[in-house]
T-cell receptor, first 115, second 115 residues
Framework: AQSVTQLGSHVSVSEGALVLLRCNYS??????LFWYVQYPNQGLQLLLK??????LVKGINGFEAEFKKSETSFHLTKPSAHMSDAAEYFC?????????????FGTGTQLKVEL | DTGVSQNPRHKITKRGQNVTFRCDPI?????LYWYRQTLGQGPEFLTY????????KSRLLSDRFSAERPKGSFSTLEIQRTEQGDSAMYLC?????????????FGPGTRLTVT
């Protein structure tokens, strides 16, 4: 079984400050890992994914995440927050060995960006 | 590519009534997924199809829930004898089939309120 833990259901940063959203996972096999963003009343949009290869992955809108196997983490960062980054962010894990690539999500982190 | 569409976007129903939601995936995608998202939680996997075959159902999908994808194109999710606990956002996603990971594209969701 797989699971995802997102520390901090709400994170608030100032515009221009570093964004750090935390994600830890549990998986019995080397996982695929994802970050999705959800704006109000919209579906989820993929920000970035780690499948294999380079452990530092870059996504859209200036976000990046690093897969750290030893820490079972996949934290999301952005050097400088913008007002438009305010949204809910979900970390997710998938088992690449089977299960149809279904996603197991964390409970989400609501990001607030203040002036 | 017109994206994944879901109808209706909102549904209010009385306890005990039946409801049906529709999902139209991206046309060339042969995998289709249903997820449920309750307030303050991440999406939870319900079921998925590859073409017209339903390959996996979550334990969350009680006997009152049934999903179909009759011609491997659109899908319907029916809930019979709705309960207040069924109130949630129902998300549909589609992707190409396996052989590596293919991104799941999410629709905007159908928000169900059971009164």
């Amino acid at each position: 079984a797989q699971s995802v833990t997102q520390l901090g259901s709400h994170v608030s940063v100032s515009e221009g400050a570093l964004v750090l959203l935390r994600c830890n996972y549990s998986s019995s096999v080397p996982p695929y890992l994802f970050w999705y963003v959800q704006y109000p009343n919209q579906g989820l949009q993929l920000l970035l994914k780690y499948t294999t290869g380079a452990t530092l992955v870059k996504g859209i809108n200036g976000f990046e995440a690093e897969f750290k196997k030893s820490e079972t983490s996949f934290h999301l960062t952005k050097p400088s927050a913008h007002m438009s980054d305010a949204a809910e962010y979900f970390c997710a894990v998938s088992d690449p060995t089977g299960g149809g690539n279904k996603l197991t999500f964390g409970t989400g982190t609501q990001l607030k960006v203040e002036l | 590519d017109t994206g994944v569409s879901q109808n209706p976007r909102h549904k209010i129903t009385k306890r005990g009534q039946n409801v049906t939601f529709r999902c139209d995936p991206i046309s060339e995608h042969n995998r289709l997924y249903w997820y449920r998202q309750t307030l303050g939680q991440g999406p939870e996997f319900l079921t998925y199809f590859q073409n017209e075959a339903q390959l996996e159902k979550s334990r969350l999908l009680s006997d009152r829930f049934s999903a179909e994808r009759p011609k491997g194109s659109f899908s319907t999710l029916e809930i019979q004898r709705t309960e207040q606990g069924d109130s949630a956002m129902y998300l549909c996603a589609s992707s190409q089939a396996a052989g590596g990971f293919y991104e799941q594209y999410f629709g905007p969701g159908t928000r169900l309120t059971v009164t």
